[in-house]
Each structure stands twice: as C-alpha cells, then as structure tokens.
C-alpha cells in the first residue's frame, strides 16, 4: 500500500542550530500533510499542517515546506532548543472532513544537545 | 477544556486473553479513531467510529473491534491476545466538519503488553 517514509531516523544537533526533518511520501491524493511531536510516554502532538495546493507554511519557529514534484516534505525548526527533543513524525491526511484518517511514517528522532 | 482521555495507561495481559481501551473524545469531537503504535514505529490506523458505527477500518483482523456510544466515547477491545499485539494504543478524536490537520487530537495512550 501507499505509504509516509522519513530519510533519517535520528537527528542530532547542538541547540540554538536550525534542524530540519525530511519525509517522502507517496500518495499525492493527500489533502493535508501533517507534521507531529512525540515525547516519551506521550500521544502525538499537533506541530504545523500543509495543505496539498501550498509550498510552504510557517509558525512560530517551525515552517514545512511541501515539493510534490517530488513528493517530499520537510520540518524546519528554527534554534532548536533542548525541549524539541523528541520523536517527529509526518502524516499524511487523506480526505477533508472529519472522516480523514492519518498514514503515518516511521518517525526521526531529534536529539538536541545543550 | 478536557482533551481526549484514555484508560487504562498501562495494563499487561497475558496471550489469547481480552482486553478492552477505553476513549473520551475532546469536548465537541463528534468522531473517534483508534491507532496502534508499536515501538520505535508510527501509527497504524485500525478504525474510525462514528455516529455510533464503524465508518473506516484499516488493514487489522476482525480480533480487533470497537463501539461508539451515545456520548461519543469510545471502547477498542482486542479478543485473543497475541505476542505482537504489544504496543501503544492511541485514540484520536476530531469532528466530522474538521478540515485541516490541527482538527485532530489525540490522546496520551494505553500501554499494552503481552507476555
């Protein structure tokens, strides 16, 4: 089946550096893409959303940028801090209503060193 | 504001026994989905209720099933424990006029080990 994949599972930086996730994805019937935080013990947390007809969108320290001639996506967080460290994971979510369900990669690990 | 609660967090069951998850939705959410997270993995979707029915169902056998009730809350029951059902069980409430990606709200997990 079709599916969400990260280039890197682990991601290690010194903290005031900009990191950035990759995630390839394969489905281009997605209508939103969806970047995740995971810290230990805990459910994924909501980042920063993309809409399929958008390159890029920014928030506060993080921005995704969306190629679909390729079918990548990135997460971009700007001085990265030791509370970023954490699991992330990209989504894909098929379909625009509340009946969206979520293919979720494999995840990158983000190490931030103080 | 509650956000979307979870129980058990951790349990531990031993092979071809049953459990049962339970799920409260984020006040307003109207539509539950459930997902097993196994480690060091992502989330797998195993299905969707809502209005009381299974609306979506990914690729689990039929020892995995669910019910909605009235209020929207949500149970996940697994029959016949296997090995490999070990994971993290996630529930995600969202409302079914939900569009973008920040509509969806997942719990903290149960924690499900199989010895």
């Known amino acids: 089946g079709e599916s969400v994949g990260l280039h890197l599972p682990t991601l290690s930086v010194q903290e005031g550096d900009n990191s950035i996730i990759n995630c390839a994805y394969s489905?281009?019937?997605?209508?939103?893409f969806i970047w995740y935080k995971q810290e230990s013990g805990k459910g994924p947390q909501f980042i920063i959303d993309?809409?399929?007809?958008?390159d890029k969108r920014q928030g506060q320290r993080v921005t995704v940028l969306l190629n679909k001639t390729v079918k990548h996506l990135s997460l971009q967080i700007a001085a990265t801090q030791p509370g970023d460290s954490a699991v992330y994971f990209c989504?894909?979510?098929?379909?625009?209503?509340?009946?969206?369900?979520?293919?979720f990669g494999k995840g990158t690990m983000l190490l931030v060193s103080p | 504001d509650a956000g979307v609660t979870q129980s058990p967090t951790h349990l531990i069951k031993t092979r071809g026994q049953q459990v049962t998850l339970r799920c409260s939705p984020k006040?307003?959410?109207?539509?539950v989905s459930w997902y097993q997270q196994a480690l060091g993995q992502g989330p797998q979707f195993i299905f969707q209720?809502?209005?009381?029915?299974?609306?979506q169902r990914g690729n689990f056998p039929d020892r995995f099933s669910g019910h909605q009730f009235p209020n929207y809350s949500s149970e996940l029951n697994v029959n016949a424990l296997l090995l490999g059902d070990s994971a993290l069980y996630l529930c995600?409430?969202?409302?079914?006029?939900?569009?973008?990606?920040?509509?969806?709200?997942f719990g903290e997990g149960s924690w499900l080990t199989v010895v």
């Open positions: 489905n281009s019937a997605s209508d939103y």
């Open positions: 995600a409430s969202s409302w079914i006029g939900g569009l973008s990606g920040n509509t969806i709200y």
């Open positions: 993309i809409r399929s007809n958008m």
């Open positions: 989504a894909e979510k098929m379909g625009n209503s509340g009946y969206s369900t979520l293919t």
């Open positions: 209720y809502y209005e009381e029915e299974e609306r």
């Open positions: 006040s307003g959410h109207d539509t």
